[in-house]
């Protein structure tokens, strides 16, 4: 197997796929929407930028998602894998009191956070944007209306237009105008879908097996079922 050589991640941790650097080059290069289908590695392509960042020395990152479980997993896996002092991976939450936040993002490279709670301290003064040099959006097909995704973005070109953004998604949606409003409110100027038909994605595709387990319901959902049988009968 070979693996991802880079100085900001530590040695023999990450398969080297050819799809996944590529992709990742050309995230470099401009604002860029990956989309890929569920456990073919976005995080991956995503650690591969912010290695990138980190060396180039531009500025904080910023890396958001929706739920704070996502927080924490993102937060573990960059420590597990980037070649840098785990403290400054720092997380948000609203759990996490606002002066304390304040002084975790003088002190910290990589923020990983809900977007409610970056909107409320972009709101209050207590973060500065233009401190970012990159900005993730996990899930980004949630970049519409009024989520806070967007008004995080948007304040993000205002303070920083030649910041970089990263959004990803496995879903992004099977209408056209709703992918062009992602692209619209993440300023996204790059879509790279792969598929896991797709001959550089295909070799690193394994086969699914299911297996079928018959188990009795509680006693609770029996009931219910029979209720339910006995209304529309």
């Given at each position: 197997m070979v693996f991802v050589s880079h100085e900001f991640i530590k040695p023999r941790t990450i398969e080297h796929r050819s799809y996944q650097v590529s992709i990742a080059q050309s995230a470099l290069n401009q604002n860029t929407l990956i989309v890929l289908p569920t456990g073919m590695g976005k995080t991956v392509i995503v650690l591969l930028v912010i290695a990138e960042i980190l060396k180039r020395?531009?500025?904080?990152?910023?890396?958001?998602?929706?739920?704070?479980?996502?927080?924490?997993?993102?937060?573990?896996?960059?420590?597990?894998?980037l070649l840098i002092d785990e403290e400054s991976i720092v997380s948000f939450s609203g759990e996490v009191p606002p002066a304390k936040r304040e002084n975790l993002w003088r002190k910290g490279k990589?923020?990983?956070?809900?977007?409610?709670?970056?909107?409320?301290?972009i709101l209050s003064g207590r973060i500065d944007l233009s401190e970012v040099a990159l900005v993730i959006f996990d899930e980004a097909h949630r970049a519409v209306g009024a989520y806070s995704y967007v008004f995080v973005a948007r304040k993000y070109r205002e303070k920083n237009p030649d910041g970089l953004i990263v959004g990803m998604t496995a879903s992004p949606g099977s209408e056209i105008e709703k992918i062009m409003e992602i692209c619209r409110n993440l300023n996204i100027k790059n879509i790279e879908i792969r598929t896991k038909d797709d001959p550089d994605v295909k070799p690193y595709v394994q086969e699914m097996k299911i297996i079928w387990k018959k188990v009795e319901l509680p006693h609770e959902f029996s009931r219910i079922i029979n209720i339910l049988k006995e209304a529309i009968s």
């Amino acid at each position: 197997m070979v693996f991802v050589s880079h100085e900001f991640i530590k040695p023999r941790t990450i398969e080297h796929r050819s799809y996944q650097v590529s992709i990742a080059q050309s995230a470099l290069n401009q604002n860029t929407l990956i989309v890929l289908p569920t456990g073919m590695g976005k995080t991956v392509i995503v650690l591969l930028v912010i290695a990138e960042i980190l060396k180039r020395g531009k500025g904080k990152i910023l890396f958001l998602a929706p739920t704070k479980p996502l927080v924490i997993q993102h937060s573990k896996f960059l420590k597990e894998h980037l070649l840098i002092d785990e403290e400054s991976i720092v997380s948000f939450s609203g759990e996490v009191p606002p002066a304390k936040r304040e002084n975790l993002w003088r002190k910290g490279k990589i923020i990983v956070s809900t977007p409610q709670v970056i909107e409320n301290d972009i709101l209050s003064g207590r973060i500065d944007l233009s401190e970012v040099a990159l900005v993730i959006f996990d899930e980004a097909h949630r970049a519409v209306g009024a989520y806070s995704y967007v008004f995080v973005a948007r304040k993000y070109r205002e303070k920083n237009p030649d910041g970089l953004i990263v959004g990803m998604t496995a879903s992004p949606g099977s209408e056209i105008e709703k992918i062009m409003e992602i692209c619209r409110n993440l300023n996204i100027k790059n879509i790279e879908i792969r598929t896991k038909d797709d001959p550089d994605v295909k070799p690193y595709v394994q086969e699914m097996k299911i297996i079928w387990k018959k188990v009795e319901l509680p006693h609770e959902f029996s009931r219910i079922i029979n209720i339910l049988k006995e209304a529309i009968s």
